[in-house]
């Protein structure tokens, strides 16, 4: 289930996987948006050991994440046991069936704590709605539009964060959220951003 509104119930904790670190590193603020949620955010093992695998080849996202979870901002969680058998379902099988060792270990222990899962790849997320169909999922692009995120930088830091994601991170959007993010970002600075759709970039204002 997909949620627009997701930050409903601040007691409801954020998994975030390791494509929406990622993310959220590149707008730049990264601190300040976390900061500026009501909720609580969590990212696995898994999905840390990703990022820290990512820095061999020369990427910092590890290094930035770190930080946030030695600043208090972001809480570095293990799988448990009833979280591990969900998580082997998820990797185990068909590769057309299965996830990559982050996502299946975000969307477990989203899953098993009653979390919502920060995911944006699009296998992801259909596969998570076919497990998980009461599963509340939520992407980057839903949490750097949210009002919050607006309210503590402001509409243009937040118009500047979405195309730093978009632009250094290469930022999935899914397609039911792409007309509401032009609003903000503007046609001019969308057609900057490879990552969107053809057809958005060359959207006429």
Do not use: W
């Amino acid at each position: 289930m997909s949620s627009s509104s997701f930050l409903t119930d601040t007691r409801v904790k954020l998994v975030a996987d390791a494509s929406v670190i990622i993310n959220l590193n590149a707008t730049a603020c990264a601190a300040a948006i976390i900061r500026a949620v009501p909720n609580s955010f969590v990212v696995t093992e898994n999905a840390c050991t990703e990022l820290e695998m990512g820095a061999r080849n020369g990427h910092h996202d590890y290094r930035k994440l770190v930080e946030l979870i030695a600043a208090g901002l972001i809480e570095r969680v293990r799988l448990g046991a009833v979280d591990a058998a969900i998580y082997e379902s998820l990797i185990d099988g068909s590769a057309l069936k299965t996830l990559d060792d982050g996502e299946a270990a975000t969307i477990a222990y989203a899953h098993r704590n009653a979390c919502i899962p920060l995911i944006d790849e699009r296998k992801a997320r259909t596969l998570c709605a076919a497990s998980f169909p009461g599963l509340a999922v939520a992407s980057t692009t839903e949490l750097l539009m949210h009002e919050s995120i607006a309210a503590a930088i402001g509409a243009q830091g937040q118009a500047d964060a979405l195309v730093n994601a978009l632009t250094i991170a290469r930022m999935r959007v899914p397609p039911e959220h792409l007309e509401r993010l032009m609003t903000i970002i503007g046609t001019d600075r969308a057609a900057l951003c490879a990552s969107l759709p053809r057809a958005a970039r060359q959207a006429t204002r």
